[in-house]
């Protein structure tokens, strides 16, 4: 890509803006990060300290208000600010990029989407984990027919936090649209519909288990695709021993992965994307094999397809300039939200739910 960098105007500078977005648009040729929109002090000095020359603004009204001076937004605030936000970047001609989830209903993710059409805009949704290096690697082998027709599709996205941390992902009050359901569950639910396509019954249970927690913190979805694939997936903070990250049983093979991308732990020891980024060694492959356990080394090690969430950025980028689609569409974002609505409906009222 050759020419003026598009300029982006990054609103909230925690984990997600911090971590993800700042470094990730700072790598992606094409971008430059013009304003981060923070009123913590401590966060504008880090923000400075990182990114040297770039603006500050305590205010996302100060990016809307020069809106002729930006190509793009990024929304990484807390979850319950997405909709009004992306909402006025719109209108002040902007295109958008939102974290996940983008809302909390699908209605409103639809309504956004419907927003975004109108003014001719882009509207797109973070969901990195889209390019994690074991759902890559689970894409590929599926595509290329190497487990058969599947029949059954398990993702685990566990953590061992027996003490809640607080804040507003594990706040009980549903405008903050916290909770691991939502949290993690956004991750899980977009890669089961990636790969299988849309989900016809929702079957859920969510738990809240430790001690002071206020919202679900041990959730598990059961998906029944119209495909005929069964995904059963599990977001957890009480988990003491953590299961594979995928198991994919199909008609002539299955696959076992263990272990998380490494993508995110990177970032947040301060590494950046380059060389052999989001690579994986050999003993953390995952293994291919029928009839067999991985735990005793059965079957074939798979190698790990490098995790690329510079990728999505890249797409970003090349989709507002017309040379490429958008990455995650809002109405994607949306079909996720119909089941995650559907979970909770379903683990509240103890139902299987008809989509």
Do not use: C
């Not at 909709?83 to 958008?96: D, Q, R, S």
Request: charged share 25%; net charge negative; aromatic share 6%.
């Amino acid at each position: 890509m050759t020419g003026t960098p598009l300029r982006v105007g990054l609103i909230g500078y925690g984990l997600a803006g911090s971590v993800f977005h700042a470094p990730l648009i700072a790598a992606t040729e094409g971008l430059t990060l013009d304003t981060v929109v923070t009123s913590n002090p401590e966060r504008q000095e880090q923000a400075r300290a990182e990114f040297p020359g770039i603006r500050l603004a305590t205010t996302p009204e100060t990016l809307f208000d020069r809106a002729d001076e930006l190509d793009l937004i990024v929304i990484a605030s807390p979850n319950r600010t997405h909709v009004p936000l992306a909402t006025a970047a719109l209108k002040a001609g902007l295109p958008v990029v939102v974290d996940k989830p983008v809302s909390g209903t699908a209605a409103e993710a639809r309504g956004l989407a419907a927003l975004a059409e109108e003014r001719g805009l882009l509207l797109s949704v973070f969901q990195n984990r889209r390019w994690d290096n074991d759902f890559l690697t689970l894409r590929k082998l599926v595509e290329d027919g190497e487990l058969g027709d599947v029949r059954r599709f398990e993702s685990r996205f566990e953590r061992w936090r027996p003490q809640p941390k607080g804040g507003w992902r594990e706040s009980g009050d549903p405008a903050e649209i916290g909770g691991l359901l939502y949290d993690l569950g956004s991750h899980v639910v977009d890669q089961a519909l990636v790969l299988f396509g849309p989900a016809a019954e929702v079957y859920a249970e969510a738990d809240v288990r430790r001690p002071g927690a206020e919202t679900d913190d041990d959730t598990f979805i059961a998906l029944t695709h119209a495909s005929g694939v069964r995904s059963h997936l599990y977001v957890s903070a009480t988990t003491p021993q953590l299961g594979p990250r995928f198991r994919v049983l199909g008609s002539q093979a299955g696959y076992v992965k263990y272990g998380l991308d490494p993508q995110e732990a990177a970032l947040r020891e301060g590494l950046r994307p380059g060389p052999k980024w989001g690579a994986e060694p050999e003993p953390l492959w995952g293994r291919l094999g029928a009839g067999e356990s991985p735990l005793t080394d059965g079957g074939r090690p798979v190698p790990t397809v490098p995790g690329d969430y510079p990728a999505y950025y890249a797409a970003v980028a090349a989709a507002l300039t017309g040379a490429g689609p958008n990455p995650v569409t809002a109405l994607e974002a949306a079909a996720a939200l119909d089941v995650l609505e559907a979970a909770h409906r379903s683990a509240h009222d103890k139902v299987t739910v008809t989509l």
